[in-house]
């Protein structure tokens, strides 16, 4: 037989004989009673031999053989006819015990007798265990051949890693274990990772050396880490499927063997089983503080709570009154902060008292807060103080304080921070606590109903905290004499660090004002203008731009609409006022704030102000209807040399170009800037409408070609040739910049049209052959030279390309490939005197000096500093080079 079908099919039957016959001895020797323990083991092998059987008879029915399966039928067909003999001789023996020579009522009666005392001879019973036990050896081995695969084609059948999974549950010991601790079954999300994958996918761990030396080395680990969904479980599972077929494959093998294999998935998405995770943690801990006596202990173990919200409130009534206001503002922050927090910072935030009514008169932080106010805003002092005071006093000592505060609630652990150096950070200790003090069912618990977080209110109180610490740092601000403006420098760093939290409210008490919804906007209003140094740190830390102390500016673009409303209400407020470069309505339009624009032109905002900017921000954003709206309002659409189309240009949007033009944007007014623009980013149908309207194509030395060629974008350039562009026009660096940049297609294209592969640039009259060096780019410098480039061509410094080339570490390709089309060595710089066997042994480059001697370089040629070859070389430490050159 030489096909692969008709092999299988002769080892399917036999194998389906030998499950025929090993059921029918298994049946045969389970009738027996008190039997003794050599009945028992045979009884056992059996039951072993015929699950082998059908887990080979599966596999073979399961797969489709094709000819490049050949081999390892081959093999499982001579192991398989050697088991023949052995089936044969069980069958033997199966008749010779089910089988009675006569079917009257003696020979029924012999039959019964015989099985009621020994049914077996010594020597029978060894000849059918080692039958069996050949057996078994055979098929294992044929399971070993089917499971054993090709590592870097990683197999993923899901049905054969049941079946490989089942077989290391098979052991009845081994299950009644896994029944009594009634654990997870890993295999589920083993199976379900192995679904996920694709051929193929995860060989590369497999094949990494890092993999292999974790394998190989005892009591070594391996760490994968990634985010949260970058396919961690699916290379967890190849690597776990690589590990099984492993140790199957060397049961039976005289080499290193795996004794058992251990995994688990940890899915964080199965809250049911983390709450009961957390629900152990919680005990454990009480347990851990309990008294050490046997009788508390007994009164602990009967009284624990049943669930984990019984635990929570558990846990939250044992917190001292004294200390509940605190653990409330603790659990109020952690839950609703926007990053995680350091625990100065936390520290500090707990220093701001949201419930300072009646507290004022008999404590000296309060009055001290107040005094700060003395000819402030007086709307000022009766929205703030009245809600959050700052008291250095209420600051907890350190971590353990913070910590004995909320026991089992929060932790601290560590992390970097912006600077990269370790910081210690806090958190809730679990994501149920927080899943939990949101919930409505703390609500329901009126012992500790005064824990559920809203989100409003935690918001609100928040922004509180934000804003009480950015007036105690705006003041302290103020109050150095180094400190002039966030414009000339940053907040003195002592002062930073006296306020930790001040970096935090900067950036985010915007966000938090903007969830509460409950503060009164004119309450903020009055602090930021009593204190425009916090107005100027909010935008500085918080990377949203620099508005100065412009208040209306910086409320426009937090989107803190019901401030802006109170500010606009003042009589005072100029809403054309110029700050940063910017005035309110280009915020208002970048923000695309439609209502608001509305708003301020109906207050007479100059539409024209800062050159037009209004109507650039529009178009940079792609409103189209506020363009419009503004052009009604008397906007130039010209302002500024067009900057409004050429900002539509950069975005490529098509409509805002197409009506800016349609309602008299000039195309060229400013040189044809948008077409550059639009060839540099290879907005092509932006360019054809461009063209279509007359742009001058020309205009700046073809600027717009060789942004297109800087780019790479080969359908620009041809659009751009094809429409008329100049390709050596004055000025032009097309063929330059495609040489920077290595784009080879689009040198080609130009030189094709005519571009003069000796035209030099204007600054250091270079041709594109220095670029193409500059950029080590060997197939271009072949493709300039074959259209004339001149090799030895030199710039204003006298130097040629081989000096540049000489100079870049590890060209010696370039090197000899500019020397083999008529370079010349000794060519010297005229500023320097140097030639490039000096810039390479400057360099250290010692095979390119070597190259360079070789061709004739004359080493003893000195520079106008002095410098040798031989002195630069020595200088650099090229002991070689050095040894080289005085052997010459």
Known sequence: MSDPFSIASGVVGIVSLGLEVVKGLYEYCSTLKDQSSDIARIRDSLFRLHDLLGNLRRQLDARRFHSNNINILACIEGRILECKECVEKLKKAADKFNHSQDNGFRAALKAKVRRATYPFQQNTLQKLEGNVDKICQHVLFSLQLLQNEDTSSIRNNVEDTKDLLESHRAKDVAQNIINWLNAPDATTNFIIAREKSQPGTGSWLIDDWRFNAWFEQEKSFLWLYGFAGCGKSILCSTAIQHILQYQKSTQDKNSSQINGVAFFFFAFDDTGKQDVFRWVDCQLREIAVCPRTEEHLDKLLTSLPRTLDDTYERMLLAIPPASQDYAEQILMLLCCAKRNLTIEELIYGMAVDLDPVGSKSDDTDAKDAESDHVGSDS????????????????????????????????????????????????????????????????????????????????????????????????????????????????????????????????????????????????????????????????????????????????????????????????????????????????????????????????????????????????????????????????????????????????????????????????????????????????????????????????????????????????????????????????????????????????????????????????????????????????????????????????????????????????????????LEHGAKVNIADSHTGRTALHEAAESGNEKIARLLLEAGADPNVVDKFGNTVLSLAAKRGCQDLVTFVSDL
């Open 379 to 818: 709307l000022f002092l009766d929205s703030l103080h009245p809600v959050a005071v700052f008291k250095d006093k209420r600051r907890l000592h350190d971590a353990d304080a913070v910590l004995e505060v909320c026991p089992g609630f929060i932790e601290l652990y560590e992390g970097r921070d912006a600077n990269r150096e370790e910081t210690l950070y806090v958190r809730l200790a679990h994501f149920s606590v927080q899943e939990y003090l949101k919930s409505d069912r703390i609500k329901e618990r009126e012992n500790v109903a005064q824990y559920q977080m809203r989100e409003q209110d935690m918001n609100t109180k928040a922004t509180w905290i934000c804003l009480a610490i950015l007036e105690k740092f705006s003041a302290a601000v103020q109050a150095n004499d180094s400190y002039t403006s966030i414009w000339s420098c940053e907040p003195d760093t002592k002062i930073m660090y006296m306020y930790p939290w001040a970096c935090y409210a900067a950036i985010f008490w915007p966000d938090h004002f903007r969830e509460s919804k409950q503060i009164p906007p004119e309450a903020v209003s009055a602090m930021l203008r009593f204190r425009p140094h916090a107005v100027q740190f909010s935008a500085y830390l918080g990377g949203r731009g620099f508005f100065g102390d412009n208040l209306l500016q910086f409320a426009i673009h937090y989107g803190l609409s019901s401030v802006v409303s109170v500010i606009l209400q003042d009589p005072t407020t100029d809403i054309n006022e110029i700050t940063g470069g910017t005035t309110a309505l280009f915020v208002a339009a970048k923000a695309h704030d439609m209502e608001l624009v509305r708003c301020l032109l109906d207050r007479d905002a100059d539409v024209n102000g800062y050159d037009g900017g209004a109507l650039t921000a529009a178009a940079r954003t792609g409103q189209v209807d506020m363009a419009k709206l503004f052009l009604d309002h008397g906007a130039e659409i010209n302002a500024s040399a067009g900057e409004a189309l050429d900002a539509a240009a950069e975005v490529g949007d098509i409509e805002m170009a197409r009506f800016l033009l349609e309602n008299g944007a000039e195309i060229n007014v400013s040189g044809s800037e948008a077409l550059h623009i639009a060839a540099w980013g290879g907005g092509l149908e932006m360019a054809k409408l461009l063209l279509d309207h007359g742009v001058e194509i020309n205009a700046g030395g073809s600027e717009a070609l060789a942004s297109a060629a800087w780019g790479g974008h080969f359908e620009m350039a041809k659009l751009l040739l094809e429409s008329g562009a100049e390709i050596d026009a004055s000025g032009s660096e097309a063929l330059h910049m495609a040489a920077w940049r290595g784009h080879l297609e689009m040198a080609k294209l130009l030189l094709e049209g005519g571009a003069d592969a000796n035209l030099t640039e204007e600054s250091r009259n270079q041709t594109a052959l220095w670029s193409a060096v500059g950029s080590k780019e060997l197939e271009f410098v072949r493709l300039l030279l074959e259209y004339g480039a001149e090799v030895n061509h030199r710039d204003d410094s006298g130097q040629t390309v081989l000096h540049k080339a000489a100079a870049q570490i590890g060209y010696e390709d370039g090197v000899q490939f500019l």
